[in-house]
């Protein structure tokens, strides 16, 4: 069972920058990739970014490419989510979520394991 728990969220204006932690326990971290999805008032949640174990192929979102950068710390057994030049859009509860090597990195559907979430406002 694989414990996941975000940190790193808060209030900040637009064009500023946020970095948000994902902290995993309980499983080999190895086995699984994490990604990051984000949940507005209101909507579905969304993919946000996703990375492999060694950090060399990344997927994210349109919305967020070239703003947003995702790595990790194997030693830490942390994801990183860089987020910069953040707009009032990027306003969401964001979640870690981990999955397994072989699923499909963008669909929700492939992941087993999930933070509580940490929210973040982006004021204009």
């Known amino acids: 069972q694989v414990q996941l728990v975000e940190s790193g969220g808060g209030l900040v204006q637009a064009g500023g920058s946020l970095r948000l932690s994902c902290a995993a326990s309980?499983?080999?971290?190895?086995?699984?990739?994490i990604g990051w999805f984000r949940q507005a008032p209101g909507k579905e949640r969304d993919f946000v970014a996703d990375?492999?174990?060694?950090?060399?192929?990344?997927y994210y979102a349109d919305s967020v490419k070239g703003r947003f950068t995702i790595s990790r710390d194997n030693a830490k057994n942390t994801v990183y989510l860089q987020m910069d030049s953040l707009k009032p859009d990027d306003t969401a509860d964001y979640y870690c979520?981990?999955?397994?090597?072989?699923?499909?990195?963008?669909?929700?559907?492939?992941?087993?394991?999930w933070g509580q979430g940490t929210q973040v406002t982006v004021s204009s």
């Open positions: 309980g499983g080999t971290f190895s086995n699984y990739r």
């Open positions: 990375s492999t174990y060694g950090g060399g192929t990344t």
């Open positions: 979520a981990a999955r397994y090597a072989s699923s499909q990195p963008t669909m929700e559907s492939s992941y087993a394991y």
